[in-house]
């Protein structure tokens, strides 16, 4: 399975993504990111790398083909050594916090959701709260005001509040699908949201 | 399941007790449970059983439970692990109301089968079996006393309402000591160890309906069935409020976690979701069980209005520092408060929240102070903080506050920080059932949780 397949099975079952498109070479992807229009990220899909990050996998905020031809020379000298599939190239997020909706099956109660604050950084800091599936939009409120960061969702800093709504939503369509799908363990990690709504920018799944 | 928590009155509430595994041979399990029954006040039948002998402590003891002539109600069993399910299927003979399997080296020790056939024999006879691996049942209103370690060492806690639910007998035992030692009154202690037949959910249940219960602590290794324990959690603590603590919090079993989530969530996370998704309240430690369970006794506060009475500026200070960092918000007095309150304050005095009544204020000031925030519709929670070293402070002190707790018009939390003399007061503060904390961090936290529950329940409404 790789970062494409989790895409698909996603789309499949009502979440939406940002526009994607993979490309097996630098002449699909150069096609690829102008079809989406710039800028845009670029991202190995390899079923050997485990976090794209650590190994120089990810590019953020390629403005031009000229700056993607360097991205992706790039990034296949980074990915040497691995079996490498292509790259997926996708419309940049919007800007906002980066949050990480997540979920895995307790031998004991089953499926559960974790919310908390995204990014690279998420197992350092550890804000996230979880629940038992399935959950209701109060326990998304409660799931929200447990978190150290809340303060973050509710807008510091001057800017607005992040949608809740949004990440509610996100939050229950996580559940169910993880029941649906029996879903081991998955992490949508960064959802990238503001105050109209959420990106889902990468996903992990074990089913 | 059903039927057999119903059954389960039959082992609390027993007319006639048979103990399996009685022996004359002191120290021996056997023997220190047939004592509690002959010397703990049980006025039933008592029973006991051991092929080897004729007599035991005075009374006849019988070959096996069939030569038995009246009904028996409960059976503690405390034979080796073999014999079990043999004197089991002569229980359900003679139709036992319920079993105490005191027994050990059952799934512990890898002995699945004899649990297999315990289970069996147990559901077809509908006969429920507390344990095994256990201390048992303890229930101060019938007498009936499983616990199989000396009362000259372990003191048995008064009748009370709380309910004790534990897996573990060792923290079972702790807390029934400390319960005793603290005054705390119980209603119904459960060390349920194996939980071959039934488990914490079906406990929770039998407790939910009783009527000695009104508060449950609950102390969990791990469960069986999250799903279901989940489900009759929110039940219960809708009733009566489930305070919790989870041994064993560490983060095993996550070797294979592929994803950030993984690796954050380890099977403790997924119970404190578990205990925040059904608001039972959760401790930290043991000592924190008794802290909160204190106060729960209390009537439910109506708001979240804090009012501290000190007559210790500092303790004062600390103990709102403490309110602020739990959430809680200290009442704002009304004009009428304020007046009534300058009338009892020396000239010098300052009227505020928390209300200094300063060191030589003595327990008259205390009685008026309590007085006057019991009547200020501002005020929901009374904590009293009474430094009992001030040269005007004397005995009376303890009737004051005892009063204050009996009348039951709100709640209220004590602190008196000191040493020998000190906790000598707070013992007999203790034993009026009289919420008393040694520490402002303590007395607030568990005001927290009480406001909380008070909160959820009252929204239910």
Redesign the interface.
């Known amino acids: 399975m790789t970062m494409v397949d989790d895409f698909e099975l996603l789309e499949k079952n009502g979440f939406r993504l940002i526009p994607y498109k993979t490309a097996k070479n630098e002449k699909q992807a150069l096609k690829a990111a102008d079809d989406l229009g710039y800028p845009v990220a670029m991202k190995i899909i390899s079923k050997e790398i ?1 976090h794209k990050t650590d190994v120089g996998g990810v590019k953020t905020g390629i403005k031009s083909p000229e700056v993607l031809k360097i991205a992706y020379a790039e990034m296949m000298e980074n990915a040497k050594g691995f079996e490498v599939d292509g790259v997926l190239i996708q419309k940049m997020a919007r800007k906002g916090v980066e949050l ?1 909706i ?3 099956k ?5 499926h ?1 959701v ?1 919310l ?1 604050i995204g990014g690279i950084y ?2 350092i800091f ?1 804000d ?5 599936c399935p959950v209701e939009g109060m ?1 998304v409120e ?1 799931m929200i005001s ?1 978190l150290k960061s809340h303060p973050i969702i509710d807008g510091a800093r001057g800017e607005r509040p992040l949608s809740k709504k949004a990440i509610q939503e996100l939050v229950l369509k996580t559940c169910k699908f993880m029941i649906k799908k029996d879903i081991k ?3 949508l ?1 960064p959802v990238i949201c503001d105050h109209s709504g959420c990106d889902i920018v990468d996903v ?3 089913r | 399941m059903k039927m057999m928590v119903k059954r389960l009155d039959r082992i609390f509430y027993p007319k006639s007790v048979a103990i399996v595994g009685a022996t004359p041979t002191t120290n021996k399990i056997g023997n220190v449970v047939l004592k509690n029954f002959v010397e703990g006040m049980f006025d039933g039948e008592i029973y006991p059983v051991n092929p080897k002998y004729d007599e035991i402590l005075g009374r006849r003891c019988y070959p096996q439970i069939s030569k038995i002539a009246g009904k028996i109600d409960c059976a503690v069993l405390a034979t080796p692990a073999d014999t079990i399910p043999e004197i089991m299927n002569e229980c359900a003979k003679k139709k036992v109301g319920g079993i105490v399997m005191i027994t050990s080296g059952f799934e512990e020790s890898g002995r699945t089968d004899i649990a297999e056939k315990i289970r069996e024999i147990a559901v077809k006879n509908n006969m429920p079996v507390v344990g095994p691996n256990c201390l048992g049942v303890f229930n101060p209103y019938s007498k009936i006393d499983s616990i199989f370690l000396p009362m000259y060492k372990l003191e048995r806690p008064r009748a009370g309402n709380i309910a004790f639910i534990t897996q573990s007998g060792a923290v079972g035992s702790t807390i029934i000591d400390l319960a005793a030692y603290y005054g705390v009154g119980i209603s119904k202690f459960i060390s349920y160890g194996n939980a071959t037949v039934l488990d914490e959910s079906d406990y929770l249940e039998y407790v939910m309906n009783d009527k000695e219960t009104k508060v449950i602590i609950l102390y969990i290794e791990g469960v069986k069935d999250g799903r279901k324990f989940l489900e009759i959690m929110k039940k219960v603590n809708k009733k009566k409020p489930i305070i919790v603590l989870k041994g064993g919090q560490g983060r095993g079993g996550q070797a294979a976690a592929k994803s950030h989530t993984g690796n954050i969530a380890g099977s403790y996370m997924a119970y404190n979701a578990a205990f925040k998704q059904a608001k039972v309240i959760e401790a930290d430690g043991l000592y924190e069980l008794f802290d909160i369970v204190k106060i729960f006794n209390q009537p439910k506060p109506k708001g979240d209005g804090i009012g501290i009475i000190t007559n210790g500026g500092g303790l004062g200070i600390i103990t709102t520092d403490f309110v602020e960092k739990e959430n809680l918000h200290l009442a704002e007095f009304s004009e009428s408060t304020k007046k009534e309150i300058a009338k009892i304050l020396p000239p010098y005095g300052n009227v505020g929240n928390p209300l200094d009544l300063v060191a030589d204020s003595g327990v008259d000031s205390y009685k008026k102070a309590i007085e006057i925030m019991m009547n200020a519709d501002e005020i929901n929670v009374l904590i009293i903080v009474v430094l009992l070293q001030t040269p005007p402070m004397d005995e009376r002190i303890i009737h004051v506050l005892t009063k204050a707790s009996d009348d039951r018009r709100k709640p209220i939390a004590t602190i008196s920080v000191g040493g020998a003399y000190t906790e000598a007061y707070r013992k007999i503060l203790e034993r009026n059932g009289v919420p008393s904390y040694s520490s402002p961090t303590a007395a607030v936290k568990a005001v927290e949780r009480f406001v909380t529950y008070s909160k959820y329940i009252k929204k239910l409404k």
Request: proline share 3%; no cysteine; net charge negative.
């Open positions: 485990e990480i997540g979920g895995k307790d031998p004991q109660f089953g559960m974790v908390g998420v197992e550890k996230v709260s979880a629940r038992i326990d409660e447990e363990e998955m992490d990690n992990r799944f074990r």
